[in-house]
């Protein structure tokens, strides 16, 4: 039974909302040739195995996926398997404007199916494709300064434009002078600048509450008070604890929800709370959180096994996810993860993680980042260098996003 490695990346339209993600797949962690065949041609079993044995919908959430096609797998029929109501087609870069590779394309658009021009860089040869293609895709990196010329020559066809591998704002703001309609790159994930932000009344209540579920010298009682000066923060703690996910418990009042969680999940419900309070950001900001929290518990379930292979010093549960919950944390608050950890009380394993990458903490959150990043190999690395075993990643990174999208419905 072969592995199969898949990560995503999302696309954003003018007004940065999510309308699609690309899935990106490999049937190992090694970037090579093997037994003989490309990656490409494997591509094709990949994706069958990927997208209809784990299902758009689980991948997706409900919105557009984009998948690459080579020319093997747009020759091989593999995009018949695919709903064509679902998925926008990506010819990869590689794809030859033959008159096979036409045909085939002006059969799938006729029935149907969006097509898109991956990694484009204009030549007379491809009018054909362009002719049938919906939308094309630029490395705006790769075109550089002939960014407007290129834009210019695809403009008669009546194409929307996709800007890929987007850095920065200034870069964002060009392309959509130009007319671009969707966008993907580090800059959404990956802010330029950082200012210092002070923490909203709500979060320095949640944060008062997360300090006193870490002191000993705490009482419930006093934590139960902290949650009844705040009706707000109370109502959505209720809601969490007497959601779905954890049972439908029934639980009516802060006391019996720290006797039924116990202070460490408590704890963990609060963290979560803390990167969703607040509005703004609007579904940008949502996919971050999304981000972090798939992070988070995917960093949690690599640690449980290495554990459970008798791996003894490896950290806890808790203080792993928290790792990955908070690797984002500078993004979503526009506050520096250092200055955070000096309000926040955290582990030793944690802040060192988070601040210096250091230890096993920090190792397994570069496993987690290199797999959501889609850097296989990186992943497969640093995964054997804690001793454990990568083909099981893309089960942790499924499970995890699924985890994670249940949450983030809670607090939205």
């Known amino acids: 039974m072969k592995d199969i490695f898949v990560a995503r ?33 494997m591509s094709s079993s990949v994706i069958v195995d990927g997208v209809v044995g784990v299902g758009l919908q689980t991948l997706t959430e409900g919105k557009t996926a984009f998948i690459n096609l080579s020319e093997e797998m747009l020759l091989d029929d593999t995009a018949d398997l695919l709903d064509r109501s679902s998925v926008v087609l990506e010819l990869l870069e590689s794809v030859r404007p033959t008159p096979e590779v036409v045909a085939k394309v002006e059969a799938l658009a006729n029935r149907g199916y969006r097509i898109a021009l991956d990694d484009f860089v204009f030549s007379e040869g491809h009018a054909p494709l362009l002719e049938l293609a919906h ?27 996709l800007a890929e591998k ?11 002078e130009l007319g671009f309609s969707y966008f993907q790159g580090f800059h959404y994930f990956r802010p330029e600048t950082l200012s210092r932000k002070d923490l909203s009344a709500q979060t320095v209540a ?3 509450v997360m300090n006193m579920l870490q002191d000993p010298d705490t009482t419930d009682r006093q934590i139960e008070e902290a949650f009844r000066a705040d009706p707000t923060l109370t109502y959505k703690l209720l809601r969490i604890v007497n959601s779905a996910s954890l049972g439908g418990r029934g639980v009516q009042s802060i006391g019996h929800a720290l006797r039924l969680l116990g202070r460490e999940p408590l704890y963990r419900w609060m963290c979560l709370l803390m990167m969703t309070v607040g509005a703004g950001g609007g579904e940008m900001r949502l996919e971050m959180i999304k981000a972090a929290l ?22 806890d549960g808790g203080s792993l996810f928290l ?13 520096p993860v250092r200055e955070l950890l000096g ?4 582990t030793r394993d944690v802040r060192d993680a988070l601040v210096d990458g250091a230890g096993k903490a920090g190792q397994i959150l570069r496993v987690v980042e290199a797999y959501t990043d889609a850097e296989w190999s990186a992943a497969a690395d640093e995964l054997a260098q804690l001793g454990g075993d990568d083909s099981a ?7 995890s996003l699924g985890w994670a999208a249940d949450r983030l419905a809670l607090h939205t």
Do not use: W
């Open 9 to 41: 990346q999302p696309i954003f339209d003018r007004k940065r909302s999510v309308v699609g993600y690309e899935l990106l797949y490999r049937s190992s962690s090694v970037h090579s040739v093997a037994g003989g065949a490309s990656e490409a041609a």
């Open 135 to 161: 939308i094309v895709k630029v490395d705006v990196i790769e075109a550089g300064a002939d960014l407007a010329t290129l834009v210019e020559q695809v403009r008669p066809y009546g194409v929307e434009l």
């Open 166 to 176: 987007v850095e920065n704002e200034e870069v964002h703001q060009r392309c959509t």
């Open 206 to 208: 949640i944060v008062r």
């Open 294 to 315: 798939l992070r988070a518990r995917m960093c949690e379930i690599v640690g449980d096994t290495l554990r459970s292979a008798r791996n003894r010093d490896i950290p």
């Open 323 to 335: 790792v990955g919950l908070f690797s984002r944390i500078d993004q979503i608050l526009g506050i």
């Open 343 to 346: 309000e926040v009380a955290v």
């Open 393 to 399: 990643l893309p089960e942790f990174y499924l499970e």
